[in-house]
T-cell receptor, first 117, second 114 residues
Framework: AQTVTQSQPEMSVQEAETVTLSCTYD???????LFWYKQPPSRQMILVIR??????QNATENRFSVNFQKAAKSFSLKISDSQLGDTAMYFC??????????????FGEGTQLTVNP | DGGITQSPKYLFRKEGQNVTLSCEQN?????MYWYRQDPGQGLRLIYY???????QKGDIAEGYSVSREKKESFPLTVTSAQKNPTAFYLC?????????????FGPGTRLTVL
């Protein structure tokens, strides 16, 4: 079974600065997908960014980028130019090969990020 | 607009009662999921369904039941057998075909046992 670990329960950053959230996972699969979801105070889960394991290039979405280290099984999220609206719980999630794992995702415990003015 | 709706937003239950949480999607997604979220914690999978008329237990299925009679609907019943049902419940859906199994989430239902 896959496991996802987020070792930072809480983090804080000053507005306009950069912050990195850590995520590690454990799997024996070679073909999989990784996601970062954001859950703001409204509690609506929103996809931030996704990475396909077979792509070596790190995914980027505006101020959000990932550092995907497949050999190390690490998938960190970098938020540049942090904004007050980035304050949220961030969840790392793993999606395995659907032939073997089906369509379910495995989520980490989450990191509560607070952006301070 | 396509999306996932959950109702009600808030639900109160007396001990010993069964309650049903509604989840509807118009995204034409094949798979649907139910998660439970406790304060300050991550998402735990209760049940999921990859096709109509089929569903599988997740990690914490005890005390819950589901049905999947229509592609767009996946209701969750919290039975009296669930010892501590007070929590936030999230429904999600995803395409089963295609390259991604990205899940889209509804706004959630907050269940409180009185």
């Amino acid at each position: 079974a896959q496991t996802v670990t987020q070792s930072q329960p809480e983090m804080s950053v000053q507005e306009a600065e950069t912050v990195t959230l850590s995520c590690t996972y454990d799997t024996s699969e070679n073909n999989y997908y990784l996601f970062w979801y954001k859950q703001p105070p409204s509690r609506q889960m929103i996809l931030v960014i996704r990475q396909e394991a077979y792509k070596q290039q790190n995914a980027t979405e505006n101020r959000f980028s990932v550092n995907f280290q497949k050999a190390a099984k690490s998938f960190s999220l970098k938020i540049s130019d942090s904004q007050l609206g980035d304050t949220a719980m961030y969840f790392c999630a793993f999606g395995g090969d659907r032939e073997t794992s089906g369509s379910r995702l495995t989520f980490g415990e989450g990191t509560q990020l607070t952006v301070n003015p | 607009d396509g999306g996932i709706t959950q109702s009600p937003k808030y639900l109160f239950r007396k001990e010993g009662q069964n309650v049903t949480l509604s989840c509807e999607q118009n995204l034409n997604h094949d798979a649907m999921y139910w998660y439970r979220q406790d304060p300050g914690q991550g998402l735990r999978l209760i049940y999921y369904s990859q096709i109509v008329n089929d569903f599988q237990k997740g990690d914490i299925a005890e005390g819950y039941s589901v049905s999947r009679e229509k592609k767009e609907s996946f209701p969750l019943t919290v039975t009296s057998a669930q010892k501590n049902p007070t929590a936030f419940y999230l429904c999600a859906s995803s395409r089963f075909s295609g390259p991604y199994n990205e899940q889209f989430f509804g706004p959630g239902t907050r269940l409180t046992v009185l």
